[in-house]
């Protein structure tokens, strides 16, 4: 099962948004609404952020949304701050019932 | 509150082999799947597998399979992950997860560093 794509790296300044892809097959993205976004700061354990691609779990700021849009899932952060500088990885169940991730974004907040 | 707390950091040689346990509170243990994931240093996550509620049933990642096994004991709310014939590129930080639906990992333990010196 080959990982998931993202770009390696995206950057925004204060205020702005931003948006992440994630862009899989017709075997785990295309074919299940399980997709689900991670974040995870140095040194840290990753934090749920998005769940079932569009679905945030209780405490995450509303500035989180996700798509997806046939083999290609989202994660856009609006209002950027400071403290969304971070990694943020993708996931999806893949037939099989296994669990694939993205390679990891670099998000940089200048 | 949901914890899952693993064990402290290991240093193993190549050719062992490795336990890893998970303790779980705050929640009805035998009521949710454990996943395995790890990180080598500086690189992404990687999914190792994930074992059901009544531990009946694990299904592993096709690049472990064959020496890594998932266990849990519901009596001591405790996940295990063994991953055995270590080489250096098995040293990464190993964590478990909880998987409160569909494969969405909600609760994260802290990670248990494995170095395995080349």
């Known amino acids: 099962q080959s990982a998931l794509t993202q770009p390696a790296s995206v950057s925004g300044s204060p205020g702005q948004s931003i948006t992440i892809s994630c862009t899989g097959t017709s075997s785990d993205v295309g074919a299940y609404k399980y997709v689900s976004w991670y974040q995870q700061h140095p040194g840290k354990a990753p934090t749920l952020m998005i769940y079932d691609v569009s679905n945030r779990p209780s405490g995450v700021s509303n500035r989180f949304s996700g798509s997806k849009s046939g083999n290609t899932a989202s994660l856009t952060i609006s209002g950027l701050q400071a403290e969304d500088e971070a990694d943020y990885y993708c996931s999806s169940y893949t037939t099989g019932s296994t669990l694939v991730f993205g390679g990891g974004t670099k998000l940089t907040v200048l | 509150q949901v914890q899952l707390v693993q064990s402290g950091a290991e240093v193993r040689k190549p050719g062992a082999s490795v336990k890893v346990s998970c303790k779980a509170s705050?929640?009805?243990?035998?009521?949710?799947?454990i996943h395995w994931v790890r990180q080598a240093p500086g690189q992404g996550l990687e999914w190792m597998g994930w074992i059901n509620r009544n531990s009946d049933a694990t299904n592993y990642a096709q690049k472990f399979q064959g020496r890594v096994t998932m266990t849990r004991d519901t009596s001591i709310t405790t996940a295990y992950m063994e991953l055995s014939r270590l080489t250096s590129d098995d040293t990464a930080v190993y964590y478990c997860?909880?998987?409160?639906?569909?494969?969405?990992?909600?609760?994260w333990g802290q990670g248990t560093l494995v170095t395995v010196p080349s």
């Open positions: 997860a909880r998987d409160f639906s569909n494969w969405n990992l909600d609760y």
């Open positions: 705050g929640y009805t243990f035998s009521d949710y799947y």
